[in-house]
């Protein structure tokens, strides 16, 4: 009864679960990666998005005539998980590419095993600069508009407020912290008289509102960066609220014009907020439209930012995998290089220079309407340009 | 002036909300001594529940009536967990509770999610405490105000409970010594059992008000569990008191402290407990534990090493498991380096706590150190391979050396503590010093030479390496060295009477143990080309201990099988299903209920048992007797 004979029984239940999974030759399948138990509140819209594209996908006829097969795993939030994940779909499922990953570190660390075992990677989520430029390369792509994208085109809007003293609000881990630098030094350069009078970084969920609030009042600032989300935000803006933090103050904030943001918030929605998101119900182009009906016929529910993210992965993985007309993933990366294709945001494509798509996202402000919040003048950015020159992108990206 | 009242009283209301779940710890962990991992899941389902029922229940009486009524209702669900599943553990090894709790949480993190849906829910606003007082230009609310007087008025009920009723009385005897309680003929029984409902009720009450500040989401049991252990120990386990000036304390200081150092929030309560245990080894206001009754020779089978027969069959599992490149994939070969690994960090983990005695709550630091370490000398020195393995590893090695010296000055619970908060600093810097370790986004492309790149290379490479471990420590159990370990485990008085010098032969094992798991980083670090501070964090520490007690903490070996089962099932259970949480808690609880001696103690139990035909006083008839049933 002692030790490793136990080995050989975890060696047989792997053998036998990797060969339950055994597709028909012609399919094509598709590895997908989020962190389903973690951040069910984003991945649950995002994997119905997912499904939602298969099925249009495979109702059109397929990939070249091929069904398409996504076979999606959890990495419960740890990077380490999510490799185990990746390497499972690549060597025992035998995917043709990987897509997927929300959080900053874990979508670095399956680009970095993707670079490594020379596999494919649409990474549908992560903001983070550096998956596209610092720790760029050349088997990784990425769909979402990146932190810079989005500083960008709120400190477009911010510029204009006449503010002059600004505090920042941002959770204590990389995504905060690189969305604060990028909008302080873009607003710094349009605007050298603002002064930065004080910054709070709370940990990532665990944020302690009240003195947050209160230090940040002390500080006595005319405008607010905001860049916390999810029950952090919650907790902000009932204790900014209550406290009376915004009042007579502008505030700019990341993200939370997304639905899986903002309409937590309902009643207590503050108003005037200038925010990146998605206003589902007031977006009238006709891309949209076929989207917003194919989703709520479907599932007869709202389409939050996670649907589109999740419907345009599979649909951009599939436009690309139907360009090549091949699993190689050389071949791969020159059909995605440049690739022009449709989405419910219109047309984007993923330029060649960072493998970083042009998909934009929309900036207005909140308001409240019939005790909701929602998002008016909404404004669609196109992500092309909000991105910096080609000289300098080809200075931030190292050459592969 | 006005802004530091404010600030003041802000900090205040937050250490009302966390006195009322930290009070409920420390009760039950005072009387019952089970580290209740599930704190959190009740604080948890506390708020959800009470979400429910405040949107239903309309006006004010409904609002604070439905805030009572979670609480009651959690607090039944609590009596329900300890009828049916502490109570039939409360004669295994010490801490084996805390698997079953954690077994409990996991399943809760899924069912809130399968019940309540994933968005975050926000709750109604207190009747009555809506708005906000105006003090002299500031405001503050007027719920914090609530907040701030039903702090006191909680800690003053429990005193009187504690103070004036027969209860109380029992209960603080308990606290002090469980045996000689039950040698009164005190039916410990209900008195387990209404303990951990009242510690259950604080914390859903905790939870349930919330609800006017917060959000409910599914993560609310991690956010707080961590913080209530800290302030419990800082205050001194067991002691209502301390644990309210010590969430007074944690609260001021982190109110304050981001006034001058924004980013200090997230290390701040470690600095503190770290600083605390240091200087009061016993918390603010905790006594000395009473010296152990325990006599280790009618709990354990004594210890010996394998016979040749029983290393022979150690030694064809082993070439079984070194046989499996030649039929597995590439993905189940990974996936056994992972396990090797993992058998690596929980051998380490196991001779610290079954060998020593000496349970470390932040184990992982080491683990992680030597992943670091591997990382630094292969991206900054650029060195080969080989020597990144043989020289990573000591960083863990230093790392146990330093904060080991502190740490085996404690015992018990406060030990394990202590190390929790060393881990926990270790973490902090990893994840806030980005020039140096790439914070939070980690350190990438730390790929293994082309030697060992292949997979079954590395699971060879990791196969061996573990082989190795695990002989060693088993060498070291039955060594002069091992002994002396072991009789400072067993009595620390009789050991120190004999000449044996304790804390150094402690601190000598915490930096073996430290070592290995530097070891078992640096092969991870490897395994996986990348490193983050996920590495070093509290949810690795939990894995080892884990794993060491289901395997079982009062064998030798245990851990290996430990770390196999777990880690395999964890693998396997990720893969197949969203709800693997759901599915390994259950297990866990299931196991922790049919093998309360952990997988290897029951089957050595078994064993054991059938050779000698179960004498009468044998172990499992001398237990009730001197333990709490």
């Given at each position: 009864m002692?030790?490793k004979?136990?080995f050989v029984g975890?060696a ?10 055994s597709?028909?030759a012609?399919?094509i399948?598709?590895?997908e990666?989020?962190?389903?138990s973690l951040l ?5 819209p ?10 249009e996908?495979n ?8 069904k398409l097969?996504?076979?999606s795993?959890?990495?419960g939030?740890?990077?380490?998980d999510?490799?185990t994940?990746?390497n499972e779909?690549v ?5 043709a590419?990987l897509t ?8 670095l ?5 993707a670079?490594?075992?020379k596999?494919f ?8 600069d550096?998956?596209t430029?610092s720790?760029?390369?050349k088997?990784?792509f ?7 994208m ?5 400190v477009?809007a911010?510029s204009k ?5 600004w ?7 990389e995504?905060?912290?690189?969305a ?18 004080d910054?709070?970084w ?8 009240g003195?947050v609030v209160?230090?940040v009042a002390?500080?006595?600032?005319e405008?607010?960066l905001?860049?916390?989300f ?6 902000l ?17 990341f993200?939370?014009?997304e ?8 009643e ?10 998605y ?14 009906k194919?989703y ?13 993210v ?15 007309n091949?699993?190689?993933p ?13 989405s419910?945001?219109?047309e984007?494509?993923f ?5 970083q798509?042009t998909l934009g ?21 196109k ?8 000289a300098?992108v ?7 | ?18 006195f009322l779940v930290a009070s409920?710890?420390s009760i039950?962990?005072?009387?019952t001594?089970?580290v ?6 009740f ?7 009470a ?12 609002f604070?009536g439905a ?7 959690v607090?039944?669900i ?11 553990i409360?004669?295994?090894p010490e801490?084996?509770?805390?698997l079953?709790?954690f077994?409990?949480t996991l399943?809760v993190?899924d069912?809130v999610?399968l ?5 975050d ?7 009555g ?12 609310p ?22 004036r009723t027969r209860?109380?009385v029992?209960v ?5 010594d469980?045996?000689?309680?039950a040698?009164?003929g005190?039916n410990q ?14 914390a ?8 006017p500040r ?6 609310m ?6 913080e ?6 800082i205050g ?20 304050f ?5 924004p980013k ?8 503190v ?8 080894p ?5 006594r ?9 020779g ?5 210890w010996r ?10 030694l ?12 597995a994939?590439?993905y189940?070969l ?10 690596i960090f929980?051998v380490s983990l196991h001779?610290l706590?079954?060998?020593?005695g000496?349970?470390s ?10 992943a670091?370490?591997v990382?630094f000398?292969a991206?900054?020195a ?5 020597v ?7 960083l ?8 080991g ?5 404690l015992?018990?619970?406060y030990f ?5 908060a060393?881990?926990q600093i ?5 994840f806030q010093w ?11 492309g730390v ?5 060992a790149?292949s ?20 060498a070291?159990?039955?060594?002069p060295?091992?002994?002396?370990l072991r009789?400072?485990?067993d ?8 000449g044996?010098?304790?804390k ?11 070592t ?11 395994l996986?080309?990348?490193v983050f501070p996920?590495?070093?964090?509290i949810?690795l520490s939990?894995?080892?201990l884990?794993m060491?007690?289901l395997?079982?903490?009062?064998t ?13 099932l964890?693998?396997w ?6 709800l693997?949480?759901l599915?390994?808690?259950?297990f866990?609880v ?10 290897v ?7 054991h ?6 004498p009468?006083?044998?172990?499992l008839?001398a237990k ?6």
């Open positions: 002692r030790a004979n136990y975890a047989f239940a792997l053998l036998a679960s990797g060969m339950a999974h597709a028909l012609q399919d399948k598709i590895g990666i989020n962190s389903y069910p509140a984003f991945t649950e995002y994997r119905k998005g997912w499904q939602l594209a298969v099925e996908i109702a059109a006829g397929g990939i070249n005539g091929k097969i996504v076979v795993k959890d990495d939030g740890k990077p380490a999510a490799q994940a990746a779909l060597s025992s499922e035998g995917v590419m997927g990953t929300f959080l900053s570190n874990i979508g660390a399956v680009s970095d095993f670079n490594q075992k596999v990677f649409l990474a549908a989520e992560p903001l983070t550096a998956v430029w720790k760029g390369n088997y990784t990425r769909l979402r508009p990146s932190n810079y989005q500083a960008a085109m709120l477009e911010a407020l006449p503010a002059k003293r505090a920042t609000i941002a959770p204590n881990y995504y905060g912290q690189s604060v630098a990028v909008f302080k030094k873009l607003m710094s350069e349009k605007r050298p008289d603002i002064q930065w009078v910054e709070q709370p940990p990532q969920g665990k944020i302690d509102a003195p209160q230090a002390a500080a006595n600032p405008a607010i905001n860049v916390t999810g029950a952090d935000l919650v907790k803006v009932r204790e900014g609220n209550t406290r009376g933090l915004f009042k007579g103050r502008e505030v700019v904030s993200l939370t014009g639905p899986e943001y903002l309409d937590p918030l309902k207590e929605t503050p108003e005037g907020w200038i925010v990146t998101g206003p589902w119900y007031s977006i009238k182009t006709p891309e949209h439209d076929a989207f917003l194919a709520q016929a479907k599932y007869n529910d709202y389409p939050r930012l996670g649907s589109i999740g419907y345009q992965t599979i649909k951009s993985a599939a436009a690309i995998l139907a360009k090549a091949s699993t190689d050389e071949k791969l990366i020159a059909a995605a290089e440049g690739l022009s294709m449709p419910p945001f219109g984007i494509t330029r060649k220079i960072d493998h798509s996202a929309y900036v207005g402000k909140t308001a409240l309407k019939d005790g909701k919040g929602v998002m008016v003048d909404s404004v669609y950015k992500g092309a340009d909000y991105l910096p020159s080609d300098e080809e200075k931030l990206r190292p050459k592969d | 002036m006005a802004f530091y009242v404010v600030q003041f009283l802000t900090g205040l209301a937050s250490a009302a909300s966390l409920g710890l039950i962990f005072g009387v001594r089970i209740n991992f599930a704190h959190g899941a604080y948890m389902i506390g708020a959800y529940v979400f429910t029922l405040t949107e239903r229940l309309s006006g004010a009486f409904g604070w805030i009572v009524i979670a609480a009651f209702a607090a039944l609590g009596v329900l967990v300890e009828m049916v599943l502490l109570r039939r409360y004669h295994a801490l084996f509770q805390l079953a709790t077994g409990l399943m993190e069912l999610v019940i309540w849906g994933p968005d829910l926000v709750g109604r606003r207190a009747p405490f809506k708005g906000a007082i105006d003090f002299f230009g500031q405001n503050i007027s719920y914090d105000l609530f907040l701030i007087v039903l702090g006191p008025v909680v800690l003053g009920i429990l005193w009187l409970l504690f103070q209860w109380g029992l603080r005897a308990a606290t002090q469980r045996d000689m309680v040698a009164l005190v029984k209900w008195l387990f059992t209404s303990v951990f409902a009242v510690g259950v009720f604080l859903a009450l905790g939870g349930a008000l919330q609800i917060d959000a409910v989401h599914h993560a049991d991690l956010r707080i569990i961590v209530v252990f800290v302030v419990v120990v001194g386990l067991g002691s209502i008191i301390g644990a309210f000036v010590a969430a007074v304390l944690v609260s001021e200081l982190n109110a402290g981001i006034l001058i150092f200090i929030s997230i290390i701040l309560v470690f600095l407990m770290a600083a605390v245990l240091i200087v009061r016993w918390g603010l206001f905790g000395p534990e009473a010296p152990a009754r325990k006599t280790p009618l709990t354990v089978n004594p090493p394998l016979t040749s027969n029983e290393r022979l069959a150690a064809a599992a082993l070439v079984i498991a070194a046989t499996l490149p030649l039929f994939g590439n189940a990974t996936v056994g380096s992972e396990i090797a690994i993992s058998v929980a001779f706590m079954s060998v020593g000496l349970a709550f932040g184990h992982a630091a080491y683990f992680g150190l030597g670091y370490g990382a000398l991206k900054m650029g060195l080969p391979m080989i990144c393995l043989l020289l990573g590893p000591l863990g090695c230093m790392g146990a050396a330093v904060f010296f502190f740490a085996v000055q015992s018990g619970v394990a503590m202590l190390t929790l060393f881990a270790v973490w902090s810097i990893a980005v020039s140096v370790t790439g914070g939070d986004n980690g350190i990438l790929w293994p030479s082309s030697w790149a997979p079954s290379h590395f699971y060879w490479l990791s196969l061996g390496v573990a082989a190795l471990v695990t002989i060693a420590l088993r070291m159990v039955f060594s060295f091992g002994y002396a009789a400072t485990r009595s620390l008085l009789r050991s120190e009477a004999v044996i010098n304790a150094r032969i402690q601190w000598t094992a915490f930096v073996i143990a430290g290995t798991a530097g070891i078992g980083g640096a092969l991870f670090a490897y996986k080309g990348s996920d590495n070093l964090g949810s939990v894995d080892a884990v060491v007690l395997g079982g903490v009062e030798v070996s245990g851990a290996v099988i430990g770390a196999i089962v777990y880690k395999a964890n693998i259970l990720v893969s197949q299903t969203d693997s949480k599915v390994l808690g259950g866990i299931l196991i922790v209920v049919v093998f309360p001696k952990g997988i103690g029951m089957l050595e139990m078994l064993a048992r059938r050779g000698k035909t179960s009468p006083g044998s172990p008839l009730p007797i001197e333990s709490a049933e």
